[in-house]
């Protein structure tokens, strides 16, 4: 098998990798070795184990995304300030590794105020913006730290990150909630928790109990609380976001069932959003990368 490079995508719980001939992917592979199940010392064994078979006589390039060049990772690389054009030719190479890699790390980007950061979406941004030509507007990329990028001529301007999904999964898991929370789903549960939100925000910490409350209390249907947390906290996001989502054009980028109610939530504001797939989204970011790199040697 003739490869050209390699792309990975390497977050917090998930390594990801495509083997790729020119723009085109000859092969993928992942694994669960995310940064947060590795020791310092343990990243190129990790990668190693993913993409040895596609390794040739020479020196193979591969161009990483992720969470893997924060400071508990890999190395660390600096992150690029806004405004920033996503994709641009800015990487760290890793020292010291393999003779047959040649491992680069591309940077994410920062906001001073107020104080702010992201790595990997740059590149799921960057790709959404290789397939949509002059497109400006507002992109949502939802996940355990939820961003909200305002984008125009081709940059990223200004950022805000939400700990949304973290906080979902907290609350789910460790707080008094974990009793309530089963594995179903209610859409009306959600949708009049989003509705909630969006009117009184401030009301959040007490609302979030009173799930309990009325599970206690009352007969409430199976994934209606799973429903209304996520609800709850969604809601509360875009009202603090609505700066953002306000009169722009909108577009999603994330994984399905949690980009889908991204997606719907902004409906019930009036605000009609795109979804992109954030697989094709890394993927297309990750060749615009390395093409602007190879162009610029």
């Given amino acids: 098998m003739t490869i050209t490079w390699i792309a990975v995508d390497w977050g917090t719980t998930r390594l990801r990798a495509w083997a790729m001939r020119g723009t085109d992917v000859v092969q993928q592979a992942s694994s669960d070795r995310g940064l947060a199940t590795l020791e310092p010392g343990g990243f190129e064994a990790a990668l190693l184990e993913l993409i040895t078979p596609w390794l040739g006589d020479g020196v193979t390039d591969v161009l990483v995304c992720g969470m893997v060049s924060a400071r508990q990772g890999w190395i660390e690389a600096p992150y690029v300030p806004v405004p920033a054009k996503p994709g641009a030719p800015k990487a760290v190479q890793v020292p010291g590794t393999d003779p047959r890699l040649r491992v680069l790390l591309l940077q994410g980007l920062s906001q001073q105020e107020p104080p702010d950061v992201m790595r990997g ?129 909108v577009s999603v980028i994330g994984a399905d069932a949690m980009a889908r109610l991204y997606v719907a939530a902004l409906a019930q504001v009036g605000v009609p959003a795109t979804l992109a797939d954030v697989d094709r989204m890394t993927l297309e970011g990750l060749t615009t990368a390395y093409k602007s790199m190879r162009d610029a040697t």
């Fill in 121 to 249: 979406e740059e590149t799921q941004i960057a790709g959404f913006l290789r397939l949509n030509a002059n497109w400006d507007g507002v992109i949502c990329l939802p996940g355990t730290h939820t961003k909200w990028a305002q984008v125009s001529a081709d940059e990223v301007v200004s950022f805000r990150t939400f700990m949304t999904g973290e906080l979902f999964n907290l609350l789910a898991r460790q707080s008094i909630l974990r009793h309530s929370v089963d594995d179903g789903w209610d859409d009306r549960a959600f949708a009049s928790a989003v509705d909630d939100m969006l009117s009184r925000p401030e009301a959040l910490a007490a609302r979030l109990f009173g799930l309990r409350a009325r599970d206690l209390l009352q007969d409430v249907a199976d994934g209606a609380t799973a429903a209304a947390l996520s609800g709850l906290l969604i809601g509360a996001e875009l009202a603090a976001s609505r700066p953002y989502w306000l009169g722009q054009q």
